[in-house]
């Protein structure tokens, strides 16, 4: 399914990777930073997780990672916030074009699921922007089976 995501404030970590199996050492730390950081600075979270990939399928090219922790002010800071709050790890982040499709199966299954989505893209003829996201609806470490994620393919 093509979508567009729309602009959103984020909370976030940035990382360069030299594979993907540094990624879970990341979001482990820093998902519980980002949410001590919401909270000592008066936002409350607006959605869930996002983890964003740049160049992850290209070789001889930097891959970075971005965790981010969606926010907004709460109502009673509102009057307090100025235009843009004066924090390193805050941005907002401009609409994004994707495809999109759900992934409801364990994490040990998120590198096939990538493979087959990344194939349809290409059957699609898809012009791919190189930033990829998941977005993680539901993560239940305990039960898989109720994970919900949601696979997002960046395209121009």
């Keep these: 399914m093509e979508k567009t995501v729309p602009e959103m404030a984020v909370l976030f970590t940035r990382h360069q990777l030299h594979s993907p199996a540094e990624i879970p050492g990341h979001a482990g730390k820093d998902i519980p930073d980002l949410e001590k950081l919401a909270k000592d600075n008066g936002f409350e979270t607006a959605g869930p997780v996002v983890n964003v990939y740049w160049n992850m399928a290209t070789k001889g090219v ?24 004066a ?16 992934h409801k199966e364990g994490l040990e299954f998120m590198g ?35 994970n919900l994620i949601e696979l997002q393919m960046g395209i121009r």
Aim: aromatic share 10%; proline share 7%.
């Design 62 to 85: 930097p891959h970075y990672l971005e965790i981010w922790l969606p926010v907004k002010k709460k109502e009673k800071e509102k009057e307090k916030e100025s235009e843009t709050p």
């Design 112 to 146: 096939q699921a990538w493979e087959e989505f990344g194939k349809s893209a290409m059957k699609k003829k898809a012009e791919i922007s190189g930033q990829d996201r998941e977005v993680y609806v539901t993560l239940d470490f305990e039960d898989p089976k109720k």
């Design 87 to 102: 924090l390193k790890a805050y941005k907002v982040v401009e609409p994004y074009r994707c495809l999109a499709r759900t």
